[in-house]
């Protein structure tokens, strides 16, 4: 007989409890935020007359050479450039055998893709529309698909990198910085490419901002009920004792 490592002590089933209500805590706080948002969207609020000075001020505004830099990243944040990109770090977790990690990926990333084109269709929310405009395009708008990408890629890739301390390290090596400063880099590294991502979609005139922060916000709540879903599963697997 054999058994897979385990904690059985009360303390550390507490520690996970509490992370577990942490967790669901988190999902449900983004979901109501989200409906929030999507409420103002149906109803035409305030949001929505913020969100189209917004996109008059942006479309009046741009510049080149921001407009075509903003191009070229917001390219690389599509459907397959996002997806290409999600299939490299699942290479490298079926390459650790890593499988949880894998299991997540699969599940946060394209089932994440999926629900928001679903929504789009659901909502079914124009897109700006401009005399002069920078983008031409013909999809629903509400919620921004190429911004919950850049959101469940790089939770994804933020959280894996967090729980890999010889790569954390390897990272915190070159950067010069300790295991806290590394962990603050990968962190606000992610965030930052989320945001720039949605300013892009906002700027370009594709997206009005209520989009792009239900986008966000989704894709956090997706991201996070996947992902507790995924590792208490893993965690009462690998605690269960197993024969040969």
């Known amino acids: 007989m054999t058994y897979r490592p385990h904690h059985s002590s009360l303390p550390y089933r ?10 669901v805590l988190a999902v449900a706080a983004t979901l109501l935020l ?6 103002e969207v149906t109803t035409h609020g305030a ?3 913020l969100d189209q000075q ?10 080149s050479p921001l407009t075509e830099l903003l191009l070229g990243y917001t390219h690389l944040h599509g459907t397959i450039g996002v997806l290409a990109m999600g299939a490299l770090l699942l290479w490298q977790m079926v390459r650790e055998r890593q499988w949880h990690w894998a299991v997540d990926l ?11 084109f679903g929504l789009k269709h659901v909502f079914t929310r124009l897109r700006p529309h401009f005399n002069d405009p920078i983008l031409v395009l013909h999809s629903y708008s509400f919620p921004s698909g190429h911004t919950i990408g850049a959101t469940l890629l790089y939770a994804m890739l933020a959280a894996y990198l967090l729980h890999q301390p010889a ?19 990968i962190v606000c590294t992610a965030l930052l490419l989320v945001l720039l991502t949605a300013f892009s979609r906002v700027y370009l005139g594709a997206h009005f901002l209520s989009d792009v922060l239900g986008a966000m916000l989704l894709g956090t709540a997706w991201f996070a009920l996947c992902t507790t879903v995924v590792f208490t599963v893993h965690r009462h697997y690998w605690a269960r004792p197993r024969s040969n």
């Open 54 to 63: 917004l996109a008059d001020w942006f479309n009046l505004h741009a510049f």
């Open 14 to 23: 507490a520690f996970l409890q509490a992370r577990l209500v942490t967790a």
């Open 106 to 116: 699969v599940l946060v990333l394209p089932g994440g893709m999926l629900l928001n």
């Open 167 to 185: 790569l954390a390290g390897r990272i915190g090596e070159r950067l010069h910085t300790g295991t806290r400063g590394t962990q603050a880099a």
């Open 47 to 49: 949001l929505v007359r």
């Open 34 to 39: 989200f409906a929030l948002i999507a409420y």
